[in-house]
């Protein structure tokens, strides 16, 4: 979370509520708190798109790791079949002292 982004409050936002405020100055506390709130949901709704996003990535990424897996057991196996293959020819060549 970036704290940066959180604004404190200011004295007069954290006032007893005992204390009298006119409606004006209760409008503009509520407006202020709305707004906050809108951004509060705002910056929620980017950080569950970024994360969504990211886990779609990494769903990708390991789909990819086991892909190259299964490549390179298949590969592996060729290569030893060819290795047997060759060793399996040399073998039948008559060598010349």
Not at 24 to 35: G, K
Not at 39 to 54: D, G, K, P
Not at 64 to 86: A, G
């Amino acid at each position: 979370m970036c704290y940066d982004q959180l604004r404190s409050l200011s004295e007069d936002e954290i006032t007893p509520w005992r204390t009298t405020r006119s409606p004006e100055e209760n409008a503009a506390v509520v407006e202020d708190l709305r707004d906050r709130l809108a951004e509060t949901q705002a910056r929620l709704e980017r950080a569950r798109a970024r994360e969504a996003e990211l886990s779609r990535r990494l769903q990708e990424m390991k789909r990819f790791v086991s892909v190259m897996e299964i490549l390179e057991t298949y590969l592996k196996r060729r290569y030893q079949e060819q290795q047997q293959h060759v060793r399996r020819l040399l073998s039948v060549i008559p060598q010349k002292y």
